[in-house]
């Protein structure tokens, strides 16, 4: 099975930047992706990383180590609009469906502060 | 323009009592999933399904049942066996190959137990 560790929670002011790291135990792995939720909404696709290194969308930036089983998203220039949690989520691996299984952690709040 | 509608949007049920949550896809995408989440908690990943006919159970698949006679169509019952129900129920689909990391959400139901 796989495992993901996020931290529950991380508070910022508006303009700053955030890191949420995500730690990850799988028995295999095609990638890290992650997904942005607001409050009773549903979650939505932020970036992936399949290889080692950093991909940049805009304001958000996700980095991989896979030797590390290690990624993080970096938020910048945080907005009010950004409070939301944020989601890490392993692509592995799993019985006869192999690679169309992903696993989700548990999300870290995060709270933008004027 | 395409999407993922689920419905209810909410529902109310007494115990003993079975359900089925509808989804319904027009993205033309072969792989379907339902995921449960609870308040503050990730999302787990109840049943999912790669082709039409064919599913697996995920990690969290007791009192749950799914069928899936269309590419569409992936409905879920909750039945009477599953012993807490109350919860916010996903559904989500993605294309196949690298298009499996990118998954696209419905709006969600959320189940409560009388």
């Known amino acids: 099975g796989q495992s993901l560790e996020q931290p529950s929670e991380v508070t910022a002011v508006e303009g700053a930047i955030v890191q949420i790291n995500c730690t990850y135990q799988t028995s295999g792995f095609y990638g890290l992706s992650w997904y942005q939720q607001h409050d009773g909404g549903a979650p939505t696709f932020l970036s992936y990383n399949g290889l080692d290194g950093l991909e940049e969308t805009g304001r958000f930036s996700s980095f991989l180590s896979r030797s590390d089983s290690y990624g993080y998203l970096l938020l910048q220039e945080l907005q009010m609009k950004d409070s939301a949690s944020y989601f890490c989520?392993?692509?592995?691996?799993?019985?006869?469906?192999?690679?169309?299984?992903?696993?989700f952690g548990g999300g870290t709040r995060v709270l933008v502060k004027p | 323009d395409g999407g993922i509608t689920q419905s209810p949007k909410y529902l109310f049920r007494k115990e003993g009592q079975n359900v089925t949550l509808s989804c319904e896809q027009n993205l033309n995408h072969d792989a379907m999933y339902w995921y449960r989440q609870d308040p503050g908690q990730g999302l787990r990943l109840i049943y999912y399904s790669q082709i039409v006919n064919d599913f697996q159970k995920g990690d969290i698949a007791e009192g749950y049942s799914v069928s899936r006679e269309k590419k569409e169509s992936f409905p879920l019952t909750v039945t009477s066996a599953q012993k807490n129900p109350t919860a916010f129920y996903l559904c989500?689909?993605?294309?196949?190959?690298?298009?499996?990391?990118?998954?696209?959400f419905g709006a969600g139901s959320r189940l409560t137990v009388l």
């Open positions: 989500a689909s993605s294309s196949g190959g690298s298009g499996a990391n990118v998954l696209t």
């Open positions: 989520a392993v692509r592995a691996p799993e019985g006869k469906a192999a690679g169309n299984k992903l696993t």
